[in-house]
């Protein structure tokens, strides 16, 4: 399978996936507006996420597909399947501990990413909602460890399809379940905490059946003996070892999340709310963009380090840094043009206000101001992995914390929230800056002539593309069109098709050549 055909497979189920997100959360905001129990729910929801990113996708992933990649080119598929078995046994028990821990301590958790929060009853409720949620983490650090298995077996559409299972089941706990427990004179709210759980239940379920087909269930060891021999694993050790400073360097970023949470519990109530609403809208991009790349190119680079073929490698990282401008640029053009037109259109119903929208618009022009970083460090970073290079992603991580915090000491004091988002966006920029000096130096990539003349082409529809869509935002009133629903929704989808006809229309009078770039 081409990179181009993986890559738009996982960009396609990735988009199911976000579009049935985005469902979900303009549920959410019609249904609860953004108040104080929904920033208790934000907040109990990113708690566990937080340990997710630090058991699957985050250091765990890092470390596991490039050795896992390494493993199956250089030692076969029989020593990498007693691998597998022992990784998953591993990961098991260290979960089970976790979660254990974390439902004990919950509170201290929830006072350490908000202690901010004024209403005794919104802590407590987030209290509540993290004891409930925490298992969460461990059904979806297995799924990450499946996820693992399959890309590097070049089967990446379950996977990439997966949290599309999570959307499903809270949309279907806010419109069923959380009326009745109105009914009942409960808060709502812990809905969405029961979809959660079984969103994770769910997610590892279908993952399972495919793994088995493939011969690659792993089986987890129960016995003390089978404990032992899973830790002292050659392989277990090496991913172990990864793990610590991926570890730091996930943890880095996940500390930085923590602290600007912290910072907006003392804001603005809603001001969590506003942040996580404009966060998804973000998501967009860099989950269709860079996650799908960097799902595809890690395992992949990795094979090319093992089999000791430099050329591909770098051609690799080329084609995907060329992909990341192409497509990010008018991303980021369109959230810094067009913000409100997008948030009004897509959340202004229900019990979200006309401020709400603005507020949020805000936030997501401070995110849109580093998509092309954010989206570039999911390319860039894997270039390391594949290397089995975790120290000098984490290096310049730990660098960047200090810059955003910064930042936010300059920024949060004159645009509050939004301080918060733009400094995250400004370090994206840092950091991904950071990494492709980093590989150009070490000569591990090596641009491809002509992108001089590229990025000029890229530039030149991106200003186009600006114009057009700053002129869109101007000419309507998008919150005062709340009224006819209907007709923003269809001004909406004639700005937007009109935004792609302008920029490839742009591109393509320039003389780039899209389809030979996309299957170089």
């Given at each position: 399978m081409s990179l181009l055909k993986?890559?738009?497979?996982?960009?396609?189920?990735?988009?199911?996936?976000?579009?049935?997100?985005?469902?979900?959360?303009?549920?959410?905001?019609?249904?609860?507006?953004?108040?104080?129990?929904?920033?208790?729910?934000?907040?109990?929801?990113?708690?566990?996420?937080?340990?997710?990113?630090?058991?699957?996708?985050?250091?765990?992933?890092?470390a596991f597909v490039p050795v896992l990649a390494t493993t199956k080119?250089?030692?076969?598929?029989?020593?990498?399947?007693?691998?597998?078995?022992?990784?998953?046994?591993?990961?098991?028990?260290?979960?089970l501990l976790t979660c254990v821990v974390g439902v004990a301590g919950a509170p201290v958790l929830v006072w350490l990413l908000a202690s901010g929060f004024e209403s005794g009853h919104a802590q407590e409720a987030a209290v509540l909602m993290t004891r409930w949620m925490f298992p969460y983490i461990g059904f979806m650090s297995m799924v990450a460890l499946c996820a693992g298995v399959l890309n590097t077996w070049k089967q990446f559409a379950v996977p990439a399809v997966t949290p599309v299972l999570l959307n499903v089941c809270m949309i279907g706990a806010a419109l069923l379940l959380a009326p009745w427990l109105d009914r009942q004179?409960?808060?709502?709210?812990?809905?969405?905490?029961?979809?959660?759980?079984?969103?994770?239940?769910?997610?590892?379920?279908?993952?399972?059946?495919?793994?088995?087909?493939?011969?690659?269930?792993?089986?987890?060891?129960?016995?003390?003996?089978?404990?032992?021999?899973?830790?002292?694993?050659?392989?277990?050790?090496?991913?172990?070892?990864?793990?610590?400073?991926?570890?730091?360097?996930?943890?880095?970023?996940?500390?930085?999340?923590m602290i600007n949470t912290q910072i907006a519990s003392y804001l603005t109530p809603g001001?969590?709310?506003?942040?996580?609403?404009?966060?998804?809208?973000?998501?967009?991009?860099?989950?269709?963009?860079?996650?799908?790349?960097?799902?595809?190119?890690?395992?992949?680079?990795?094979?090319?380090?093992?089999?000791?073929?430099?050329?591909?490698?770098?051609?690799?990282?080329?084609?995907g840094l060329r992909l990341v401008v192409l497509l990010a640029v008018p991303c980021a053009v369109g959230l810094l043009a067009f913000a409100e037109p997008l948030v009004a259109t897509l959340f202004h119903r229900?019990?979200?206000?006309?401020?709400?929208?603005?507020?949020?618009?805000?936030?997501?022009?401070?995110?849109?101001?580093?998509?092309?970083?954010?989206?570039?460090?999911?390319v860039l970073a894997p270039g390391y992995f594949a290397s089995q290079d975790m120290r000098t992603p984490v290096k310049i991580a730990v660098a960047v914390l200090v810059l955003t915090q910064i930042m936010n000491a300059v920024l949060v004091p004159w645009i509050a929230h939004a301080g918060l988002a733009l400094s995250i966006g400004l370090g994206a920029l840092v950091n991904a800056v950071w990494l492709l000096v980093g590989l150009l130096r070490r000569g591990a990539y090596k641009p491809?002539?002509?992108?001089?003349?590229?990025?000029?082409?890229?530039?030149?529809?991106?200003?186009?593309?600006?114009?057009?869509?700053?002129?869109?935002?101007?000419?309507?009133?998008?919150?005062?069109?709340?009224?006819?629903?209907?007709?923003?929704?269809?001004?909406?989808?004639?700005?937007?098709?009109?935004?792609?006809?302008?920029?490839?229309?742009?591109?393509w009078a320039s003389g780039l050549k899209l389809r030979s770039l996309l299957r170089r």
């Open positions: 993986s890559a738009s497979t996982v960009s396609l189920m990735t988009l199911a996936s976000r579009v049935t997100g985005l469902a979900r959360d303009l549920i959410m905001a019609s249904m609860f507006g953004a108040n104080a129990l929904t920033d208790a729910f934000n907040v109990a929801f990113r708690i566990p996420n937080l340990f997710r990113r630090l058991f699957a996708e985050g250091a765990f992933s890092q080119t250089q030692e076969g598929e029989e020593r990498t399947r007693a691998l597998i078995g022992n990784v998953a046994t591993v990961l098991f028990w260290v979960l004179g409960i808060e709502p709210i812990y809905a969405m905490a029961a979809g959660v759980v079984l969103g994770g239940v769910l997610q590892l379920g279908v993952q399972l059946p495919v793994l088995k087909k493939l011969g690659l269930l792993p089986r987890i060891g129960l016995t003390p003996s089978a404990i032992k021999a899973a830790w002292s694993d050659g392989g277990v050790r090496r991913i172990l070892s990864l793990m610590l400073p991926a570890l730091l360097g996930v943890g880095v970023a996940q500390v930085s999340l001001s969590v709310t506003w942040l996580f609403y404009a966060d998804r809208l973000m998501e967009f991009p860099t989950a269709l963009l860079g996650v799908a790349l960097g799902v595809v190119l890690t395992p992949q680079l990795a094979s090319a380090k093992a089999a000791g073929d430099a050329q591909r490698y770098s051609d690799m990282l080329d084609w229900g019990a979200l206000q006309s401020s709400d929208v603005s507020k949020i618009a805000l936030a997501l022009v401070g995110y849109g101001a580093g998509l092309v970083g954010l989206v570039a460090i999911k491809v002539v002509g992108w001089g003349k590229y990025l000029l082409q890229v530039a030149a529809a991106a200003m186009l593309l600006g114009a057009f869509l700053g002129w869109g935002a101007h000419q309507w009133d998008w919150k005062a069109l709340q009224a006819h629903e209907w007709q923003r929704i269809g001004l909406m989808t004639l700005m937007l098709a009109g935004s792609a006809a302008i920029y490839f229309g742009a591109l």
